[in-house]
């Protein structure tokens, strides 16, 4: 009897600690009307222009804090979602190997004119405006990028999740400001 007690108080203690905050905290991405969108940092936030996928992985910075973030793009050109290619190999895991149409970089970023980056993001031909928000979270301003952007309404802890699994319809259209 003591053992299926503590089985089960094991089984609900997770779900009595979850805090208030926690459960009216919004779902990231925050998409606004006006393009604004706040993200998660360390999770990957796609982007979909002219054919072309983007994937950002954001993190604040490490010696500024939320004052500044680092961050690493991946272009995926081939007009597919596919980040990964299976490998030839059959004794290897399959989808191990990087598509040869990524092209990716890093950069850094700081809120402000007077810093370095400026508070955009350069990733690949577009550049994204940021924000600080938290040590959690950040905010893109992709009403100002100059394509037509969309941005997948989900963000994804490795970007393998995110390979050859996207629903088409789900994307979200960003509207330009004027």
Same mark, same amino acid.
Request: aromatic share 8%; hydrophobic share 35%.
């Given at each position: ?103 990716? =970089?890093? %950069?850094?970023?700081?809120? @402000?004119? #007077? /810093? *370095? $980056? ?12 940021? =924000?600080? %928000?938290?040590?959690?979270? @950040?905010? #893109? /301003? *992709? $009403? ?19 390979? @050859?699994? #996207? ?12």
């Amino acid at each position: 009897m003591r053992n299926t007690i503590l089985i089960c108080m094991a089984m609900v203690a997770p779900a009595l600690s979850t805090s208030a905050d926690e459960l009216d905290a919004p779902k990231l991405p925050e998409i606004k009307e006006s393009g604004s969108t706040r993200v998660a940092y360390h999770r990957f936030t796609l982007l979909r222009y002219n054919d072309t996928l983007l994937a950002l992985h954001i993190m604040p910075d490490p010696q500024m804090g939320s004052a500044g973030i680092v961050y690493r793009w991946f272009h995926l050109t081939d007009g597919s979602d596919a980040f990964f290619r299976p490998d030839p190999n059959p004794r290897k895991r399959p989808d191990t190997l990087a598509n040869s149409s990524v092209r990716t =970089s890093t %950069g850094e970023t700081y809120e @402000g004119e #007077l /810093y *370095l $980056g400026s508070g955009q993001i350069k990733s690949g031909p577009i550049k994204i405006e940021w =924000s600080q %928000g938290s040590l959690d979270s @950040g905010w #893109l /301003y *992709l $009403g100002k990028v100059t394509a037509d952007i969309e941005i997948y309404p989900q963000q994804f802890e490795k970007l393998r999740d995110a390979d @050859g699994t #996207l629903d088409n319809s789900k994307w979200v259209r960003i509207k330009h400001e004027k």
